[in-house]
């Protein structure tokens, strides 16, 4: 010690362990005699200490596990090394048989390599089977995800026994409660060694809940699980016409009917907040221009919480066509028109409509009415407007009623018959809201003699039959006269051979009608004497026999079941337009008169054949289809498959190898094998004498994977299943643009092609001269099959003539066109 200060010197000393020297078992949680389901991994590790003579630990020291009874195996592999405590552990998984595993943990000196004291250290462990008696959720639940998408985790469970163990084996079906979602992994599945089993799924591709299931087919009677996602909302990418197009309202008020359309995903699901914008027309293609809700001729419009974005619209003063064309920037189509109609109001004035100069014979009818034009308060013609015509003293009569209303062009006319030479004064008269208006009318009358055609009456000939007839005029002064065809039949031919004026007509085939034609002639005179008339000509159409289009059932046998009923069916139609009547029979006896027929076979011997009759006339000519029906009185099963068929669909076939008592078939489908099957034929698929069967569903889609069953139904009333069988409908594997069909065509043509994924696709038609002729597809479709209808029509409704066009697919990578012909 110095001045209180002490002076202390340290050094730092390090003990090391000795070579290791033994193995040792855990003293506590040590993992010896665990008894677990057979196949699981048991709850605590295996753990031994390896340590040197004086027992301090041994780190980094390999020790090696080794199954030697009950087939069980190392999950961490068969040599694990010691930690900072010289403790070893591993995992072990049992066996698949039921009894006792021994498994031994072995360490050796690294420098002799001989066994450390102790090696090997040996455990027992028991294996068991049990049975079910718990399913827990335990992940997956409560997720979202966009329309048709996977969900990030998959839905799992755990199975336990009655000790709260799992088990392992145990086959876990996932279904489809709610929503088209679907079941993506395999399933059913089994139990791994934690006893826990998973499924991915896809979400529904309709906005709101989805639902699945987990259950366990060999346990029914424990409680099936519910996991619960969401489809959340797509991006929007459809524009989707809802209601007010072609309506017809007043000129200057407002329509009734909001214009609406919606905004909706690639799956229909109505998206919310997207600017929609209406715009008005104002172009060469429309009559009248009118405004939107504000008077704006131009209006964005967010869509709502339903997708629903709409507007008020009120049409322009002048009558006729407006338009109100919407769009959204992204969004197919890429716009909507609106076609609106204005109407003219009321009527409000009225003006002269007749021609100038007016004269006729004193005494006759003038040939030319007196007329005026009602309009509305915008000048569009009105009808309905009442005028009164008034003929003055000594000026002659009218021809009929004196008050007369305006038609649909806002005319009101009358015939004048005069009443002395030269002067002649009438009247029309009206109370309008635009004040009384009167309109004097001033014809001359005069004395000589007009014209006076005479025409044959009227005709009626048939298709190819030359028609001859020779048209003259007189006039009581012998003035010259002159004769002229103002209309005429197409075809029809007006011409003065040998001094005397003739029609010539032949009808073509294509000109039989029921309307009549009309030929119309004017006589004139040397003075302005003029006389007009017509003649009427009916063409007959030659009668063609009713033609058959199809029939149901189209084998001529048809198998009925006892105590049911088959509905017999005929499409017949007639090239001539004419009434069809309908005879049905069965066996000679007539039972019934329309196009349809149920035969009851409860009301027919079971023991015999059947003739079955329908005879179909339109007065003159009749055609005949027949069937042969066995009755015959369910269903032992021989194959049922199924299998996707491009364009058409799943086409399920099968056959069976009895058949007593059967009615036939309902089919059933279901997204996952577990899942709710829905009944997707019409009608009851009958019962045949081969026990072959052929079902096609149409409705089925590309990328998705569905489950079928079919279910027999006899005459009791009891049904037994069949099945399931599984189809994936694969998409194509490449584009593809097919030969339209049928070529050439009139009117209609059907257009196939096949896209391998999701694609923006536009159809368009084209003339020779590469004028688009009209769009048929302008939009986002899924990968598959599809097939667009041409109806010969242009992007106005109008049919287009004969000739060749050229159709063509264009997507984001694939382009390819084809010719076809229009032949009318």
């Known amino acids: 010690m110095n001045s209180q200060v002490t002076l202390a010197d340290s050094v730092r000393v390090t003990f090391k362990a000795l070579a290791a020297f033994e193995i040792v078992m855990a003293s506590t949680n040590h993992g010896d005699a665990q008894e677990a389901n057979v196949a699981t991994a048991l709850t605590t590790p295996l753990r031994v200490y390896v340590r040197d003579k004086y027992s301090n630990p041994i780190r980094n020291f390999p020790v090696t596990f080794v199954p030697t009874q009950g087939g069980g195996q190392m999950l961490d592999g068969p040599q694990v090394y010691t930690d900072s405590t010289g403790l070893a552990q591993a995992r072990y998984l049992l066996g698949p048989a039921e009894g006792v595993n021994f498994i031994e943990a072995r360490a050796f000196d690294q420098t002799t390599g001989a066994a450390l004291s102790n090696s090997p250290v040996r455990f027992t462990e028991t294996g068991k089977k049990s049975k079910p008696s718990y399913l827990v959720k335990v992940s997956g639940d409560g997720q979202s995800a966009a329309p048709g998408q996977q969900l990030v985790n998959p839905l799992k469970v755990r199975v336990l026994d009655l000790n709260n163990k799992p088990i392992w084996g145990v086959e876990v079906k996932f279904g489809v409660l709610l929503n088209d979602g679907n079941v993506i992994s395999t399933n059913p599945v089994k139990t791994d060694m934690n006893g826990e089993a998973q499924a991915s799924v896809v979400v529904g591709f309709t906005q709101g809940t989805n639902m699945y299931s987990a259950h366990l087919p060999e346990a029914p009677a424990i409680q099936t699980l519910s996991f619960t996602a969401t489809t959340i909302n797509g991006t929007a990418s459809r524009l989707v016409y809802i209601a007010g197009n072609q309506q017809k309202g007043t000129v200057n008020r407002t329509l009734p009917q909001l214009l609406t359309v919606s905004t909706e995903d690639d799956y229909g699901n109505k998206v919310a907040n997207v600017p929609v914008n209406f715009s008005v027309v104002d172009d060469a293609t429309v009559l009248s221009v009118g405004a939107l809700a504000g008077g704006v001729k131009s209006a964005i419009v967010r869509s709502g919480p339903d997708g629903i974005a709409s507007i008020t619209y009120t049409p322009g003063t002048r009558a006729g066509l407006n338009k109100v064309v919407v769009t959204a920037a992204g969004l197919q189509p890429v716009s909507i028109p609106f076609m609106l109609y204005g109407k003219a109001d009321v009527p409000h004035c009225m003006t002269d409509a007749s021609v100038k100069n007016l004269r006729g014979q004193v005494g006759k009818t ?37 008050v007369v209303y305006s038609d649909s062009t806002g005319v009101a006319a009358a015939h004048w018959v005069l009443g002395k030479a030269g002067a002649n004064v009438a009247l029309a008269t009206a109370l309008l809201p635009c004040g009384a208006t009167q309109i004097t009318f001033n014809a001359t009358g005069e004395t000589n003699n007009y014209p006076v055609l005479s025409l044959p009456g009227d005709h009626v000939i048939n298709e190819l039959q030359q028609l001859l007839l020779t048209i003259s005029a007189s006039d009581g002064d012998g003035d010259q006269l002159y004769i002229n065809a103002l209309r005429l039949p197409e075809g029809a031919v007006f011409n003065e051979p040998a001094g005397s004026y003739q029609l010539n007509w032949t ?3 294509n000109q039989g009608r029921t309307d009549p034609y009309y030929a119309v002639f004017e006589a004139l005179d040397s003075r302005g004497g003029r006389d007009l008339d017509s003649i009427k000509i009916t063409v007959r159409n030659d009668n063609a026999a009713p033609q058959l289009v199809s029939k149901s059932p189209v084998d001529q046998y048809a198998l009925v079941p006892y105590q049911s009923t088959q509905e017999f069916i005929v499409q017949v139609m007639d090239p001539d337009g004419d009434q069809l009547s309908y005879s049905w029979k069965v066996d000679n006896a007539v039972v019934g008169n329309s196009s349809a027929f149920f035969f009851d076979s409860r009301y027919y011997t079971a023991t015999s054949q059947h003739m079955v009759s329908v005879e179909v006339s339109d007065g003159v000519s009749s055609i005949i289809s027949t069937w042969v029906v066995d009755i015959r009185s369910a269903v032992e099963m021989k194959t049922f498959t199924c299998a996707a068929v491009p364009y058409q669909g799943v086409k399920l076939e099968w056959e069976t190898a009895s058949e007593t008592g059967n009615l036939g078939f309902h089919v059933y489908r279901s997204l996952s094998e577990a899942g709710k099957y829905d009944k997707i034929n019409a009608e009851l698929v009958p019962a045949c004498e081969d026990g072959k069967y052929t079902f096609i569903d149409q409705e089925a889609q590309v990328g998705r994977k569905y489950y079928y069953k079919i279910e027999d139904m006899n ?67 899924p990968a598959g099959y599809h097939m667009a209808v041409w109806d010969g029509r242009d992007e106005y409704g109008v049919r287009v003539g004969s000739g060749i066009y050229y159709y063509r697919l264009t997507c984001q990578s694939f382009s390819s066109t084809k010719k076809m012909a229009l032949l009318k």
């Open 366 to 402: 003038m040939i030319d009415p007196i007329q005026v034009l009602v309009s509305d308060q915008y000048g569009n013609p009105a009808q309905n407007g009442m005028v009164q015509f008034v003929v003055m003293p000594q000026s002659g009569s009218l021809v009929g009623n004196n």
């Open 715 to 781: 005459t009791s009333g009891a049904t037994q299943t069949h099945g399931p069988v599984l189809a994936e409908v694969a998409a194509p594997e490449n584009y593809d643009l097919a030969q339209n069909y049928p070529n050439p065509f009139n009117p209609t043509t059907n257009i196939r092609f096949q896209l391998p994924q999701n694609d923006q696709v536009r159809i368009q038609v084209f003339n020779l001269t590469g004028q688009l002729v009209c769009t048929l597809v302008d939009g986002k479709m």
């Open 507 to 509: 009808p073509t085939p």
